[in-house]
Every structure is written in C-alpha cells, then in structure tokens.
C-alpha cells in the first residue's frame, strides 16, 4: 500500500478547538450569505418557471438585455451567463422567469413572453422572411422541398431531409446554434450553391438562438422540495441506525452531526458563489453524505480496534494515533476523488457546474471532518461520561472502565462485531 507519511504522530484532538473555530466560520458564512440573499436559491426544479436557455451571435450585452427584459415586464427575471473553458465563447445566458400563475397555459405564456422580449430587443425579423436560427429540420426540410434547387425528380421529400438535417447539424455543432453568416454553408457535404442561395435569399440570419425551454410547474417544485429534504433526512437516520448498532450510539450521532454539518457547509459555499439548488445538486449532496460518512466509519472502525489493543493510553491518544494510522488512506482517496470532480467542474459544461461544485467543496469539508469534526465529539463525550466512574465496573452499553499510569480513569467505549 502506498504511504504518504511515514509514521505520523499530529496531535489532531489537541488541535480540535481550531477545527471547531474553522467550521464555525464556515457556518457563519454560509449563513450571512443565504440570509443576504432572502433565502436559498432553489432552482427551476424547485421553484418552478421557466428557464430559456439563449445562444447570440455576438457576445451579449448583459445590462441591455436586463433593461430590455424590464422593459416588457419582465424585470423579475434572472439571466445567468454561461460559459467555461471547455467553450468560453458560448455567448450563452440562460433567462429564468418564476411561475406566478396556474397551470399549462401560464407556463406557455412565460416561454412566450421572454421569446417575444428578446425579438423586441434584438429586432428580430418582421415576418417577410424566416430566421435560419430558428429553423427546425422540419421546416427547411418543407422550403427545400417546395423550392427544389436541387432539380430532383424523384425521392425529392427524403433527399431534402437529410440534407436539411446536415445543414442544421453543422449549425448546431460547428457554429454553437448560432449562423453568422451564409457562406458558410459551402462546408456542408451536398450544399450546392444553388442550395445556398435558395436558403440566402428567402432566410434572415438572428442574433440569437433558443437552445432549449424548461418549464417546471409551482407545485411539482414544491412538491420535489419536500421529497429531496425527506430523502436526506432518511439517508442520515439510516446511518445513525447502522452506526449505532455497529459501534455505540455516540459513534453514529457523532457521524451524523458531522456528514449534517458538511451539507450546511456547502449549501453555505453554494449561496456564497451564487449556485442554485437543483435535483442535480441534491445528488451531490448524497453523494456528499455517503463518502463523507465512508470516511468517518473507516477512523472509527480503526479507533475500535486500537481501543482493545493500547489499553494503557488515553482514549484521546487511542483517537489520534488512530486518525494517523489511516491519514495516508484517507488522503490518497480523497485525492484522488477531488482530483476528478475537479476536472468535471473545469471541463464539464454548465450542466454540470453546480453539482460538480457540490462535489468539489464537499469532499474536501468531508474528508476534514472525519477527523476534525466527528473524532473530536467522541473524545469529547468520552471525556464527559468518564468524570467521576474511575471506578465503575462497567456501563449499560458493555463498555469497561480502565485506570492505569497512563490514563488517569475513563470509561472507554467497547463496539459490538
């Protein structure tokens, strides 16, 4: 096995006040920056909307687009630029507007209000031709057929279609939805220029192009909310049930307390770089709670043993040579994994951006508080219970008070197999 330390001997439970300090700062944060807000930004799944995912031309200019939006009575809605290194000229944004009213036919109706601002704003076409950033295979298929540059006898509507498929390819994939300009057709296999032409004398090109519409109703968000809160609260008390019969009942609140302080921490960082919250994010955040808490079981399962083993040493030098023993395992885990969230937050696209951000900074506030936060309550606990039975016996739990040179009396916990 590959050791990053050789022997390490950090003295973690005597540094535990700075981790509580740290992780209250963290807290504090977090919450300074949601209430800020007025609150945690929950997404379209949540809160239902509609978002309308925009594509232009030219960069856009975000403060026109705002006043544009306010200007046809949408000022209440969010526009969210879009970009990354994998595609940092995207000129994307995406526009969302919050559902007020009831009903498909609300929803329809604020798809059509943000589509007729941005014709408004950006002068779209006045009806006499169509724009080709709009065009579906569909509809260019029908034009090329009806206007046949191709002079074909036979086949025409089949032949048509897999080239207007071709040609609406090569926007979408080469072009980022958005053409510029005509000429560029010629790059298609089986654009003739006649087929050129016809598209350039009966097409306009826009400045933008709608990528995609989603559209949540209020009560489904609202009802997905409550869903995502139960299952979190479920996958906690289900660890705290297993923890518990499979070390002591302090373990498992221990455990639970620290994977439950994770999930603020980074709902804290999600307000404070401005994430919403998302189904994707919720993911993330069980994904969080299971890694997190794979982490802590391994140091505990470690302190179990050590305890049967070193039973002339404090329980607190039980903990911290335990966290040492496994602190190249844990690192080299943790690494590693951060690494690849690391990568899907850099490279994977917008989609992704918020629940790989989850991922990145939850791994990280995991990782540390396996040691810094969980272990450290143990101790403390340990501590507290052990004042004044020196003497005892034993414990309801089945645990054994041991006293010896090195430890002045303290009532060490014994796990069940």
């Known amino acids: 096995m590959i050791e990053l330390f050789k022997q390490p001997n950090i003295d973690w439970m005597g540094k535990a006040k700075y981790f509580y ?31 309308v995912d925009v594509r232009f031309a030219q960069p856009p200019n975000i403060d026109r687009l705002r006043s544009g939006l306010a200007a046809q009575g949408l000022g209440n809605s969010e526009i ?49 031709k169509p724009d080709f950033n709009a065009a579906t295979p569909t509809s260019l298929a029908a034009f090329l057929t009806q206007r046949d540059p191709l002079l074909l006898s036979t086949n025409a509507g089949d032949r048509y279609s897999q080239l207007a498929k071709k040609i609406l390819d090569y926007r979408d994939r080469n072009k980022n939805g958005v053409l510029t300009n005509f000429d560029d057709l010629s790059n298609v296999n089986g654009v003739t ?65 620290a994977v439950f302080h994770d999930v603020l921490i980074t709902i804290g960082f999600l307000s404070l770089f401005r994430f919403e919250i998302s189904l994707t994010v919720i993911a993330a955040m069980l994904t969080l709670v299971g890694y997190s808490m794979n982490d802590t079981i391994v ?17 607190a ?19 590693l994994t951060f690494l690849t969230v690391l990568v899907l937050f850099l490279m994977g696209g917008q989609v992704l951006r918020a ?63």
């Not at 004398?201 to 519409?213: H, M, S």
């Not at 302190?303 to 083993?309: D, G, K």
Request: aromatic share 8%.
């Open 355 to 417: 629940f790989s951000f989850a991922l990145v900074v939850g791994i990280v506030v995991g990782t540390y508080s396996s040691f810094g936060i969980a272990a450290p309550m143990v101790v403390a606990w340990n501590r507290w219970r052990g004042q004044g039975l020196a003497t005892s016996t034993g414990s309801a739990a089945g645990s054994k008070t041991r006293t010896s040179s090195g430890a002045s009396g303290r009532l060490a916990p014994a796990g069940r197999r």
């Open 21 to 51: 300090a740290l992780s209250g700062l963290l807290l504090l944060a977090g919450i300074v920056s949601i209430v800020s807000q007025g609150g945690i930004r929950y997404g379209l799944d949540f809160k239902g909307g509609t978002n």
């Open 193 to 257: 220029p006649a087929v050129q032409s016809a598209v350039k004398d009966n097409f306009t090109l826009g400045a933008f192009a709608i990528r995609n519409v989603e559209i949540v109703g209020p009560k489904v968000g609202a009802e997905l909310r409550r869903q995502a809160i139960l299952v979190t609260l479920y996958a906690l008390a289900g660890m705290l049930v297993y923890i518990a019969f499979r070390f002591e009942w302090v373990y498992g609140a221990a455990a639970v307390l």
């Open 80 to 128: 969210q630029s879009i970009s990354d290194i994998a595609n940092p000229n995207a000129n994307e944004v995406v526009i969302s507007l919050e559902q007020k009213g009831q009903g498909d036919q609300a929803l329809d109706v604020s798809k059509t209000q943000i589509i007729n601002a941005l014709n408004t704003i950006y002068g779209a076409s006045n009806g006499s």
């Open 317 to 335: 030098d039980v903990v911290n040579k335990s966290i040492n023993q496994t602190l190249s395992r844990t690192l080299l885990t943790s690494g």
């Open 299 to 315: 140091i505990f399962d470690r302190i179990r043993e050590n305890n049967r083993l070193l039973r002339r040493e404090s329980f």
